[in-house]
């Protein structure tokens, strides 16, 4: 088979794994992250704490508990997710979830109170103060997509557990080049490769540029 016949599936079903994965995340996880950035209540510390656990879980461990839970056996094997695309992301969102709330919520808590009680000495509302840290925060909240982008790209043991590495239907970059490279297949590992440190380097060149922009 040609290297181009096996790259571009490879690399479409990757990034969109990926990007449905780090969206979802989003999705929840910046609502959340903002939330516990701006509250404080009884209880926060055990949330944080959950989320910095979240931060540093094994991919492996993931996957192998999505694996028990989607399998014949398991509880939600009626879903028939195991080894299809759906559940790699369905891994990939519980190990980026966590990253989108812990860096959004430091971003967010980092802001000065002060500017809150400044905006809300001249009238502003509640919401519109809270808005405007959030605004402040931008470049965190950010990184936080970012981070949980490349997390989720650069993910191996996971989506392999859940999606098997089935060619032409899970098989995606990472587990690609691990696999050529056992096949001594150095050429596409090699390019597989490039692409993940080159979509690494745009998002952060995005993120910096953004940054020297945002500044006063």
Do not use: D
């Amino acid at each position: 088979m040609e290297m181009n016949s096996q790259f571009w599936p490879i690399l479409f079903l990757s990034l969109r794994v990926s990007g449905l994965a780090v969206a979802i995340s989003s999705i929840i996880g910046l609502p959340l992250g903002v939330w516990l950035g701006l509250r404080r209540f009884r209880g926060k510390s055990i949330l944080i704490g959950l989320v910095q656990t979240g931060m540093a879980m094994p991919p492996v461990v993931v996957g192998l508990l999505l694996y028990l839970l989607l399998s014949r056996s398991g509880p939600l094997g009626s879903w028939e997710w195991l080894f299809t695309p759906a559940a790699m992301i369905l891994a990939q969102v519980l190990l980026c979830l966590p990253f989108v709330v812990g860096i959004s919520m430091a971003a967010v808590a980092a802001v000065p109170r002060e500017l809150q009680w400044q905006l809300r000495s001249i009238g502003a509302s509640e919401r519109q103060s809270q808005w405007a840290m959030v605004c402040e925060a931008r470049t965190g909240i950010l990184l936080a997509v970012a981070t949980a982008f490349g997390r989720s790209l650069s993910e191996v043991g996971a989506v392999w557990l859940v999606g098997g590495n089935i060619e032409g239907q899970t098989r995606v970059m990472t587990t690609a080049i691990v696999l050529e490279t056992g096949k001594g297949h150095f050429s596409l590992a090699l390019l597989l490769g490039a692409v993940l440190l080159s979509v690494a380097l745009a998002i952060n060149i995005v993120i910096v540029r953004y940054q020297w922009r945002a500044l006063p």
